[in-house]
């Protein structure tokens, strides 16, 4: 099923660089893509994708603007030839970080045992960037943003608040994910363009909002990580995962470290780093894991002005969750240099 619908703008809500949030005649609201529409204004005909919303999915109560019917034709100039979305309607030229050099094959591609971090949800990337920032400041640290959950990276506040407040020092969009500062056809490359392209000093690495399971073993988009942390350690980074653990989630199979995790780690072919909490209970014992006392990650949050939550959760519902992936990011900082 899909299902497309036509509306006027009532209201244009807020905007920001590539999103523009508004609400419609009929009080529904909808959020649009800019690089893919162009502009939109209050009293602009759109047809709007209604999909979601009608089915009642995970959009936040959201339509999606398809097109503007009332601007003129829209085109906006590409840096190169590659495109995202492809062959698909929307499809765009977003370019690539390797185009415009002289000698792509010659590109560094080492990462220099760079700690990579790998989560499995988009609502860990704030946790780890403020830990990382607070235990080592200055820390130059990048965000590579895979396509496991929302692709436009131009909807998530997590990145719009860690971009104004100076805890990202940019950002990379994999795979058909797009509207990072660079944009890479894979994570292997993300992962290179934001060591050399972004002088990155720590790397994060997980999808964008939106994170999607069945409740099968392997039927959830957060098993990427799995590749991912092969592909930092192919590379010569030092792979960390993030856990992901739970005291409160209601499911049995995400209590304690989740089935999500257990399966990557299964699934990870090389040895990787796993950070957690003193006294969580340690899981596949071929990889190297660390006890790491997360710290006061209430008065991280709180001091860098976050306010995050999980699956509905903030640090006061669930504490290990917040602190499991404080350890990880504890731990991506304390492999570096002092500063």
Not at 38 to 57: F, H, K, M, Q, S
Not at 269 to 290: D, I, Q
Request: overall charge negative; hydrophobic content about 45%; some cysteine.
């Amino acid at each position: 099923m899909t299902a497309f619908a036509t509306a006027t703008v009532a209201e244009v809500l807020e905007q920001r660089p590539g999103l523009v949030r508004v609400r419609l005649d009929d009080g529904t609201r909808a959020y649009g893509l800019t690089q893919l529409t162009g502009p939109v204004a209050a009293g602009d005909e759109v047809v709007v994708n209604t999909t979601a919303l009608d089915r009642g999915l995970g959009t936040g109560g959201w339509h999606v603007i398809h097109w503007n019917l009332t601007a003129p034709p829209f085109r906006e100039e590409g840096p190169g030839h590659l495109m995202k979305l492809r062959y698909t309607s929307v499809q765009a030229d977003t370019g690539a970080a390797e185009e415009g050099a002289a000698d792509p094959a010659a590109l560094p591609d080492r990462l220099d045992a760079t700690p990579v971090v790998a989560a499995g949800l988009h609502s860990q990337v704030p946790v780890l960037a403020a830990t990382i920032a607070a235990r080592r400041p200055g820390t130059r640290g990048a965000y590579v943003m895979t396509d496991g959950g929302a692709l436009p990276i131009a909807l998530s506040d997590v990145v719009a608040g860690l971009t104004a407040r100076g805890l990202l020092a940019g950002t990379v969009t994999a795979g058909h994910a797009f509207g990072g500062d660079l944009e890479a056809l894979n994570v292997p490359s993300a992962l290179a363009a934001a060591r050399h392209r972004l002088d990155a000093e720590v790397v994060i690495v997980a999808m964008g909002p939106g994170v999607a399971g069945t409740g099968s073993r392997l039927g959830f988009t957060g098993l990427e990580a799995a590749p991912a942390l092969d592909a930092a350690a192919w590379l010569g980074a030092t792979p960390i995962f993030c856990l992901r653990a739970s005291g409160a989630d209601p499911r049995p199979r995400h209590r304690g470290v989740s089935h999500h995790s257990r399966t990557v780690l299964d699934a990870v072919r090389s040895t990787v780093e796993v950070p957690a909490p003193p006294g969580l209970a340690r899981c596949e014992p071929r990889h190297r894991w660390r006890e790491v006392d997360p710290g006061d990650v209430a008065a991280v949050l709180a001091g860098a002005g976050l306010a995050v939550r999980s699956m509905g959760r903030g640090i006061d519902d669930d504490p290990l969750f917040f602190d499991a992936t404080a350890a990880a990011g504890r731990h991506a900082a304390d492999l570096l240099e002092p500063a």
